[in-house]
């Protein structure tokens, strides 16, 4: 429908940067830079090598994705940004950007959660999202599972990891069998040749007494890693495949029984799962076998829409402008720990500045 909202987002929490542009749930473009290969070496994402790379990126990703969509930045209902959480230098880059769009268009900005973002995202798959839905937010530095009402304002935590978060272990992993970085795509590559019950690994905090939404993966990670050690120590070859196999069953496992758990307990029959993890194969098999079984619908975009993308801010921007969400003000700041509590980030000054940009309308 040409009167939903045209929304171009900014996303630049970690190594990817991300411009996509929606019209109301419809991806119209999806550009990426990465500088994943400039990190590879390291072992992890560097923050200043990030920041400088989106630096470097940022103009002629905006211009990419503008062509892709067939547009012109005029056509723009609204800049959406990643506000947080996420590196500082790096969601800095992203939020000046889309200040300096957004006031030389005349255009609206609307800062943005990252891990809102991961959710709403799939309505580019699914079209909107059922309220409530029940999200399980799994990357490369969250595992939560959240209850929204409404992905614009209302984001209830039901439970997160107390340790490390289930990328985290797949990247730590990875990283104990030589198998580069990020961990999660290989290990799922390798495991689908692999024996999921080859070896016995820990479920965390899937006691009676254990906390039913919480997560741990620290446990998991050091007895994996044992197990690994103790097959060099012996001298003997690491079957990668089936250690992958085995470790991967241990994280999907945990992640969807809870998830399938948690829908139950609060009478949620949509779950959606979102972040980087969401790609990985065997989630998506064992969480639709396990939704099936409870009678709970299943919602995970496609791979390429669940690790960080420009698209997912543009999608959480165009609900934003849907629901009337006031514009965030100039002041808007990038917040690398903001909560996922707070979808929307208004900054701090609430007069209108953006009706009057928009009359001088200082890009044309
Ligand atoms: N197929 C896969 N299987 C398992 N894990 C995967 C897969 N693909 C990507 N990942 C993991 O997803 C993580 C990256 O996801 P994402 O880009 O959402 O994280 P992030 O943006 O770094 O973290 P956050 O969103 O919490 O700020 C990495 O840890 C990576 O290993
Ligand atoms: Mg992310």
């Given at each position: 429908?040409?009167?939903?909202?045209?929304?171009?987002?900014?996303?630049?929490?970690?190594?990817?940067?991300?411009?996509?542009?929606?019209?109301?749930?419809?991806?119209?473009?999806?550009?990426?830079?990465?500088?994943?290969?400039?990190?590879?070496?390291?072992?992890?994402?560097?923050?200043?090598?990030?920041?400088?790379?989106?630096?470097?990126?940022?103009?002629?990703?905006?211009?990419?994705?503008?062509?892709?969509?067939?547009?012109?930045?005029?056509?723009?209902?609204?800049?959406?940004?990643?506000?947080?959480?996420?590196?500082?230098?790096?969601?800095?880059?992203?939020?000046?950007?889309?200040?300096a769009y957004a006031y030389a268009l005349g255009k609206p900005l609307y800062g943005v959660n990252h891990l809102a973002s991961h959710?709403?995202?799939?309505?580019?798959?699914?079209?909107?999202?059922?309220?409530?839905?029940?999200?399980?937010?799994?990357?490369?530095?969250?595992?939560?599972?959240?209850?929204?009402?409404?992905?614009?304002?209302?984001?209830?935590?039901?439970?997160?990891?107390?340790?490390?978060?289930?990328?985290?272990?797949?990247?730590?992993?990875?990283?104990?069998?030589?198998?580069?970085?990020?961990?999660?795509?290989?290990?799922?590559?390798?495991?689908?040749?692999?024996?999921?019950?080859?070896?016995?690994?820990?479920?965390?905090?899937?006691?009676?007494?254990?906390?039913?939404?919480?997560?741990?993966?620290?446990?998991?990670?050091?007895?994996?890693?044992?197990?690994?050690?103790?097959?060099?120590?012996?001298?003997?070859?690491?079957?990668?495949?089936?250690?992958?196999?085995?470790?991967?069953?241990?994280?999907?496992?945990?992640?969807?029984?809870?998830?399938?758990?948690?829908?139950?307990?609060?009478?949620?029959?949509?779950?959606?799962?979102?972040?980087?993890?969401?790609?990985?194969?065997?989630?998506?098999?064992?969480?639709?076998?396990?939704?099936?079984?409870?009678?709970?619908?299943?919602?995970?975009?496609?791979?390429?829409?669940?690790?960080?993308?420009?698209?997912?801010?543009?999608?959480?921007?165009?609900?934003?402008?849907?629901?009337?969400?006031?514009?965030?003000?100039?002041?808007?700041?990038?917040?690398?720990?903001?909560?996922?509590?707070?979808?929307?980030?208004?900054?701090?000054?609430?007069?209108?500045?953006?009706?009057?940009?928009?009359?001088?309308?200082?890009?044309?």
């Amino acid at each position: 429908m040409a009167d939903e909202p045209l929304v171009l987002g900014i996303e630049t929490s970690c190594d990817e940067t991300g411009v996509g542009i929606v019209r109301g749930t419809t991806l119209l473009a999806d550009a990426v830079a990465s500088s994943v290969d400039e990190h590879a070496r390291f072992g992890g994402v560097v923050p200043e090598v990030a920041s400088r790379a989106h630096l470097e990126a940022m103009v002629p990703t905006i211009e990419r994705a503008l062509k892709d969509a067939g547009i012109t930045a005029r056509d723009l209902d609204g800049i959406a940004v990643t506000a947080g959480p996420g590196l500082a230098g790096a969601l800095l880059v992203g939020v000046t950007a889309a200040k300096a769009y957004a006031y030389a268009l005349g255009k609206p900005l609307y800062g943005v959660n990252h891990l809102a973002s991961h959710i709403c995202v799939d309505q580019l798959e699914h079209g909107a999202l059922p309220e409530p839905t029940m999200a399980l937010l799994v990357s490369g530095g969250h595992s939560s599972l959240l209850l929204s009402t409404d992905i614009t304002s209302d984001v209830r935590p039901l439970g997160a990891t107390i340790d490390d978060a289930a990328g985290e272990a797949f990247d730590k992993i990875a990283r104990v069998l030589n198998l580069g970085f990020p961990g999660g795509p290989v290990i799922d590559r390798y495991a689908r040749e692999g024996d999921p019950a080859a070896i016995a690994f820990p479920r965390g905090l899937t006691g009676p007494r254990d906390a039913p939404y919480d997560f741990s993966f620290s446990g998991l990670k050091t007895s994996v890693a044992r197990w690994i050690e103790a097959k060099r120590a012996a001298g003997e070859d690491v079957p990668v495949r089936d250690v992958s196999a085995s470790f991967q069953e241990a994280v999907v496992d945990v992640l969807t029984r809870k998830a399938v758990r948690a829908c139950k307990d609060e009478g949620v029959d949509h779950l959606m799962i979102g972040g980087g993890v969401a790609a990985n194969s065997r989630l998506r098999a064992l969480a639709q076998e396990r939704c099936e079984a409870a009678g709970i619908r299943l919602r995970v975009p496609r791979p390429k829409l669940c690790t960080d993308n420009g698209a997912m801010v543009a999608a959480l921007g165009a609900e934003m402008v849907a629901r009337d969400r006031p514009a965030s003000a100039w002041d808007l700041s990038a917040d690398s720990s903001l909560p996922v509590t707070e979808p929307h980030v208004p900054g701090h000054h609430h007069h209108d500045h953006v009706h009057e940009v928009s009359k001088e309308n200082l890009y044309s």
